[in-house]
């Protein structure tokens, strides 16, 4: 069983950043943020594999960096450039094996997500 806890969320200004955690149990393969915006779909923003080999979406490369501790057990997404378009609930997501992409098929467990809000 993979048990998945998000922290680092808040409100910020325009251009200013955040780290986000993910705190996760259980053995995982490929992990990843997934953010939902208000009134949009949930969209995958970033995801690394057990080897470290990151993904992005076009809307935050270059601005984000996924990043994870596997002795630790942490997953972490900085971030950077923060703009309003980043305002939305931020969850963390797990898979044991297979693929890694930001599909949101690929993943099996999830976190209960973290707020954050940028104002300008």
């Known amino acids: 069983l993979v048990t998945l806890v998000e922290s680092g969320g808040g409100s910020v200004q325009a251009g200013g950043s955040l780290r986000l955690s993910c705190a996760r149990s259980g053995h995982t393969y490929c992990l990843g943020w997934f953010r939902q915006s208000p009134g949009q779909a949930r969209e995958g923003i970033a995801a690394v594999n057990s080897g470290g080999r990151g993904y992005y979406a076009d809307t935050v490369k270059g601005r984000f960096t996924i990043s994870r501790d596997n002795v630790e057990k942490t997953l972490y997404l900085q971030m950077e450039n923060l703009t309003p378009d980043d305002t939305g609930m931020y969850y963390c997501?797990?898979?044991?094996?297979?693929?890694?992409?930001?599909?949101?098929?690929?993943?099996?467990?999830w976190g209960q997500g973290t707020q954050v809000t940028v104002f300008s």
């Open positions: 997501a797990a898979n044991y094996y297979g693929t890694c992409d930001l599909l949101e098929s690929t993943f099996d467990y």
